[in-house]
């Protein structure tokens, strides 16, 4: 499976699209600020959000 990146402006609907094409598609969606953002928006460390995002490429996130 070819993985698919949406790109937009902050409030642009990027979640609530891709969340709809997975849905009819059944296919995973998983949003980067799951991994960028800890509770009451802390910022992730960037080695720790590294390592997510390439575990989540991998398909083991």
Same mark, same amino acid.
């Given at each position: 499976?070819?993985? =698919?990146? =949406?790109?937009?402006? *902050? +409030?642009?609907?990027? $979640?609530? &699209? $891709?969340?709809?094409?997975? #849905?009819? &598609?059944? &296919? !995973?969606?998983? *949003?980067?600020? +799951?991994? &960028?953002? #800890? !509770?009451?928006?802390?910022?992730? !460390?960037?080695? =720790?959000?590294?390592?997510? %995002?390439?575990?989540?490429?991998?398909?083991? %996130?």
């Amino acid at each position: 499976m070819t993985p =698919v990146t =949406v790109v937009g402006n *902050a +409030d642009g609907g990027k $979640s609530r &699209l $891709s969340l709809t094409l997975g #849905q009819r &598609l059944g &296919l !995973p969606c998983h *949003a980067l600020d +799951d991994l &960028l953002w #800890q !509770p009451a928006w802390r910022p992730t !460390p960037e080695a =720790v959000f590294a390592w997510r %995002y390439d575990a989540l490429l991998a398909g083991e %996130y």
